[in-house]
């Protein structure tokens, strides 16, 4: 077997770019690898050491088929992932979507990729909606009423850019490209969401998520009496910093909001600030989904599945790199969290592959939040 770049290797990230993007593969060797670009912008693949070894291996993206074997449904992922060039979140969702919507993963992970994506486009509906009413009140000093129909027919809105032709001139662009800037800027923020709305959507829902999941594990840290105990509050403090980290991310990502005329006037300007806040929220919760998934699904079973469970999620722990985290109290403390080391989906007292972790994994990645 050839490991292009080596194996077992120290993998310690400093940058989000570096850790990479959760893969939603089906292969028990791969769950929640992660893709990257390398010195030379090509797609590779970082799998944890499944050897006994610490660290991880690096494989070049287009070697990924030759080593492993994989399922109909990874390949075709590969390859989507491969075809689209990209390791960002969003992108690599995406992707991920697409090839459930295929059925190759079975009928229930392409019923959920279908609801999903319904549920995306309601999300980005409701966003552009509060979006657009709450940036319009304070530009023409609650002069403009909007309704859901005005974003759902032609006439509506043509009614809303008849209505914008004076707010355009004044910020010294025409009504049309100030259309399209409302649209653009709702469709950045749509899996965040606007605050206070009666729906939270995807990205607000893992971040209020990973905040609960801290204080489940600490709670299920005091009954258990296993070195997996160990592991669950190591968990609880990553899952804390890292709720606290993405709260104040998705704070500032619509902040702007407050001061539509000035983000709409400067608009290259502004959106390339906006752009780098909302991508770092996104590499924040990435990975988060399939743990918040996962443990879900344990809560219910018996206490060595919970315990298997703590293990697994351990092992795939998206920890926020160190520059990423430069300046944030308790840095320094929650990557000590992280320094025992388990091995992929075995079992957490035997050490042996645990066959039924396996099916459960699987059977998760077939969900959503």
Partial sequence: MNFPKGAGHQFQPTKFEERGTAVAFTTPALSQARVRMDSRDQLELT??????????????WKDVPEIFSLTMHDRALQEAIFAGNSCLPPDVRRATL???????????????AEETITEDENELLLTRFYLF????????????????????????????????????KRLGTNANELYARLEQWGQMIAPLGMPGTQKDCRVRRLVNGIGELSDNLNQWSMTDKSEAA??????????????DFAADLAVAAVRPVEY????????????????????????????????????????D?????????????????????????????????????????????????????????????????????
Avoid: C
Wanted: proline fraction near 2%; charge should be positive.
């Fill in 230 to 243: 160990d592991l669950a509050r190591g968990i609880a403090k990553v899952a804390a910093f890292t709720q």
């Fill in 98 to 112: 697409e090839t459930a919507k295929t059925g190759l993963a079975g009928p229930e992970a392409q019923r959920s």
């Fill in 301 to 369: 079973r018996d206490r060595d599945d919970q315990r298997a469970a703590v293990t697994e999620i351990y092992r795939v722990l998206p920890i926020i790199p160190e520059k990423e985290a430069l300046n944030r109290p308790n840095a320094q403390a929650m990557q000590e969290n992280t320094r025992m080391q388990v091995r992929a989906l075995e079992g957490w007292n035997s050490g042996s592959l645990d066959i039924e972790m396996v099916r459960r994994v699987e059977n998760v990645k077939r969900r959503r939040i």
């Fill in 260 to 299: 539509a005329e000035r983000v709409l006037a400067n608009w290259e300007k502004a959106t390339a600030s906006l752009q780098k806040d909302i991508e770092r929220l996104y590499w924040t919760v990435d990975g988060w989904e399939f743990i918040l998934l996962l443990w879900k699904d344990a809560q």
């Fill in 133 to 168: 009413k709450s940036a319009l009140e304070k530009l023409s000093d609650g002069q403009m009423n909007l309704h859901v129909s005005d974003f759902t027919a032609s006439s509506g809105r043509e009614r809303i850019k008849s209505g914008l032709a004076d707010i355009a």
């Fill in 47 to 60: 799998v944890s050491a499944f050897s006994g070894v610490k660290g991880n291996y690096v494989i070049r």
